[in-house]
């Protein structure tokens, strides 16, 4: 339950200190004074998102404190995950909002909004205005149900999500060796062709540089062979047999002298080095010979192989790698097949497979609906709404063609709520038929059912009872203190017979002083409780006869 609440700077509120009771606690005020900015700061110690707008004119920054209690297992577990310290099952929010940061710290340490909006899940739950607008969006619905049994729905939730994704990943595959087959089929004349054309050119690695020294041989064929031929002229004077010479007489100097061993050694070494060198000469001399058609066909080669990379955008190393893809490509149209249909079959059994869970899930959706359609339309009785409600689930069938279209993140089912609120009018879309004070009690009843099933602590309610009035006001009444007897309720309320049954009565107001609006907030002693109820009867005049019936009101329900 919610223990105390400290805003300041926030709006027209300046600083403000709330204690809160168990039972019912109703805030009360003219319009405009900040009753909704309460339920609005509460707002944000549950998740809501802030933004420095909220600040108060002419402050640097607004602070919104909350004290909790609480006792749910799940709770504990999942602050001790975030290493957030809870004695006596107490905690303390506060949020820090200033044009440059928001920060929001649970019993002083600071957690992201998320982590925010999990742990408040466990501490209250808000109804406002807008939650009326969400019973006129279809869309909505499946949320609202899944809402009742949130645990066991989660549960078989995530088994479907689990599955599902692998579904995709199946799909994906499927699709990806499908695109792959019909890209082979589609391109099959062309890849052929591409085929037959590289190995026409019977590429081999390197023969581009092989033919740029052969042309540039040929090119310059008459320096070359000059060259040569100056030096097998050299070579054919005896200049190998002088070395020779040279390297004997070292030979016989080496057995005088010790010092010439290693000259020798060296020479001769040189000496076998150059006589195959000058060998090897005299073959390139004599095999030499100048080819005018082989420099064409050289150059005629290299000018192909050029076109042929620019055609396919490849160097010859990446042809050759190409060449052997499209021969795999094209070699294995069977063993695709008989994998494309491999892929179906696994695709097939983990469709059904996902199917199932979602079936699975659709049918706790309908066991869960039945039990809302039967204690709904009781306390809508309690309403004095005999109404007739139903929860139609339409649940898609599975697709021949395993198109996933048929599953979303929450199943297959699609929801709608109908209601017949006129006996014998039959049943219409619960978003086209009711009014105002109708939504009302039927919000109210919904969430009668969920304070109870989610076993909240603390709900707090911003004018549920809009658009309501008379008798059915004191129905209202009595179905919102029958809550307050096993969970906290903060109600927002313009109705006297709502106020009556309080717990706990705080009033609202504001002032001006020094060109400034100021909030105050006042928790009113019995005598103070029955006049501003006798206000709310009133039209602003509280006579006696109206003070009376007020302290009737009050009296008779203590």
Known sequence: MLISLSVKNFAIIEDVNISFKNGLTVLTGETGAGKSLIIDSISLLLGERANSEMIRNGEEKATITGLFDFNNKRLSAYLDSLDIEHIDNKIEVNRT?????????????????????????????????????????????????????????????DIYLSSLEKLKEKEKEYQSLLNQINDIKSKRDSYE???????????????????????????????????????????????????????ENINKLSKYQSEYIEVYEKINDHYYELEAIYEDLIKKTDRLDYDPKRLDDLIERKNSLSQLKKKYGKDTKELIEYQETLKKLLQSNEDLDISLKEKRDELSAQYDKTYGYALNLSK???????????????????????????????????????????????????????????????????????????????????????????????????????????EIAQK???????????????????????????????????????????????????????????????????????????????????
């Open 193 to 247: 062709y591409a085929l037959k054309e590289l190995i026409s050119f019977d590429l081999k690695e390197g023969e581009e540089i092989e033919i740029d020294e052969e042309i540039e041989l040929l090119n310059n064929f008459d320096k070359i062979y000059e060259l040569l031929q100056e030096s097998k002229q050299i070579i054919e004077k005896d200049s190998l047999s002088d070395i020779y010479s040279i390297k």
């Open 364 to 470: 706790v959706r309908q066991e869960v609906s039945l039990n809302i359609e039967k204690e709904l339309m009781n306390n809508l009785k309690d309403l004095s709404l005999s109404s007739v409600f139903k929860i139609a689930i339409n649940t898609q069938k599975k697709d021949d063609n395993l198109s996933l279209s048929i599953f979303n993140e929450n199943g297959i089912d699609d929801i709608d709520f109908y209601i017949e609120t006129n006996i014998g009018e039959g049943l219409k879309p619960l978003s086209k038929v009711v009014s105002g004070g109708e939504m009302s009690r039927i919000m109210l009843a919904i969430k009668v059912l969920f304070i109870k099933s989610q076993k909240i602590s603390t709900v707090i309610f911003d004018e549920i009872d809009t658009g309501i009035s008379g």
């Open 476 to 558: 209202v009444a009595l179905k919102i203190k029958e809550i307050s007897l096993n969970t906290q309720v903060i109600t927002i309320t313009h109705l006297p017979q709502v106020a009556s049954l309080s717990n706990s009565h705080i009033k609202i107001s504001k002032e001006v002083k020094d060109n400034r609006t100021f909030t105050s907030i006042k928790e009113l002693s019995l005598d103070e409780k029955i006049y501003e109820i006798a206000l709310m009867i009133s039209d602003g005049k509280v006579s006696e006869k109206q003070l009376e019936y007020a302290k009737e009101m009050v009296l008779s329900n203590i």
């Open 97 to 157: 909002i200033s044009n440059t940061k928001n920060v929001i710290r649970v019993n002083g340490k600071v957690i992201s909004l998320n982590e925010l909006k999990i742990i408040a899940k466990y501490l209250a739950d808000i109804h406002e205005q807008f939650d009326m607008v969400k019973l006129l969006n279809k869309e909505n619905y499946l949320d609202i149900v899944d809402g009742f049994k949130y645990d066991l729905i989660n549960e078989y939730k």
